[in-house]
């Protein structure tokens, strides 16, 4: 069982903390990882919470410094200079958080369960890692936070785009009834029926795995498998043999992620902050906690389970789902 420190409290922040002491931190380059913010997108970290971070590692004297990989999509955060620029607009700079600012678009090719994820090459070569990650919704994996923040964020764009294309639907016609209930569910419209005719927008498809799980008669499948355990297995892939915390950031929970410039609306009140050391109990407690408010919020509004990525990423060794609450 591992231990999960909540507060509402940024202040308190320093004492959660202790509860994991950062001594092993010392003299050791450290990567922030965490996300920037896509352009328009209102709900990313913040600057001051990641520079209340930085001051913490420095106090131990290591040598932090904020950390993100290139986008598979197109935009400014699709290239390092673009990226860059992105980063020093939303007040990510050396001058106000107090160090650099480090952006990955080669990987470290690292192998888990037979596939290849490549990782981003700072991030391969640490040995001691930082995470803050934002707590918020995702269309194919009903929720961000830990898991996702390394799963998808720490791999190049490479690996991004064979997660997404991975968990797709294949579709077979002669086991197909025509039932029409993949077409109901897909939260992206991407499936639809005419007559006895399948057919699947393959823009629009985003490999929520929905309609493969809700199909009865077996005429779908992954053309590689659900997109949120090739997740966990993308984060094992750049976790695993590390020293890691994991500060989760349960407030302006969107329905959207923050790569998603309109990530409206808000579904769910502030919560507040966790701290562990495991990313599958910190995001565990997360889903918990939002959920003590609004119950199975996630799961109502993207019509994905988010608790898929803890049951894989336990399965695989990425962390264990048990956990200690502890209240400041």
Same mark, same amino acid.
């Given at each position: ?41 209102? %709900? ?21 410094? /904020? ?5 598979? %999509? ?8 673009? $990226? ?14 107090? +160090? ?31 995470? /803050? ?37 294949? $579709?077979?016609?002669?086991? +197909? ?68 915390? %994991? ?9 959207? +992620?923050? +790569? ?12 507040? %902050? ?37 049951? $894989? ?9 048990? $956990? ?5």
């Amino acid at each position: 069982m591992k231990k999960v420190i909540f507060f509402t409290d940024i202040n308190n922040l320093h004492e959660a903390l202790e509860y994991f002491p950062l001594k092993a931190f010392e003299n050791k380059e450290v990567p922030v990882k965490l996300h920037m913010g896509e352009v328009k997108n209102k %709900y990313f970290p913040k600057p001051d919470l990641a520079k209340r971070i930085v001051d913490e590692l420095k106090e131990v004297k290591s040598s932090p410094y /904020l950390f993100d990989t290139t986008v598979a %999509y197109r935009g400014l955060r699709g290239s390092k200079t673009g $990226y860059e620029k992105v980063a020093k607009i939303h007040g990510f700079t050396k001058n106000k958080i107090g +160090c650099k600012v480090v952006i990955d678009d080669s990987g470290v090719p690292v192998k888990i369960d037979n596939r290849t994820y490549y990782v981003g090459k700072h991030l391969n070569d640490s040995t001691h890692i930082f995470a /803050l990650s934002h707590v918020k919704g995702h269309v194919a994996s009903g929720m961000g936070g830990a898991i996702k923040n390394f799963g998808m964020g720490g791999v190049t764009r490479e690996t991004k785009r064979n997660i997404h294309h991975g968990s797709r639907p294949v $579709y077979n016609k002669d086991k +197909c009834t025509f039932c029409g209930v993949c077409s109901e569910l897909c939260p992206f419209d991407a499936i639809k029926l005419d007559g006895e005719e399948w057919v699947r927008k393959k823009k629009a498809c985003f490999g929520c795995g929905v309609c493969v799980e809700m199909c009865k008669s077996g005429a779908l499948s992954y053309e590689d498998a659900d997109f949120q355990y090739l997740l966990a297995c993308a984060a094992k892939a750049c976790l695993q043999d590390k020293n890691v915390v %994991y500060l989760n950031e349960a407030k302006r929970i969107s329905k959207s +992620c923050d +790569c998603d410039p309109f990530s409206d609306p808000i579904i769910c009140p502030d919560v507040g %902050y966790l701290l562990s050391d495991d990313p599958v109990a910190i995001d565990k407690a997360s889903i918990d906690l939002i959920n003590n408010v609004k119950p199975d919020v996630f799961k109502k509004v993207n019509k994905v389970d988010p608790e898929k990525q803890i049951r $894989y990423g336990e399965e695989i060794g990425l962390g264990v789902s048990e $956990y200690s609450l502890i209240e400041l």
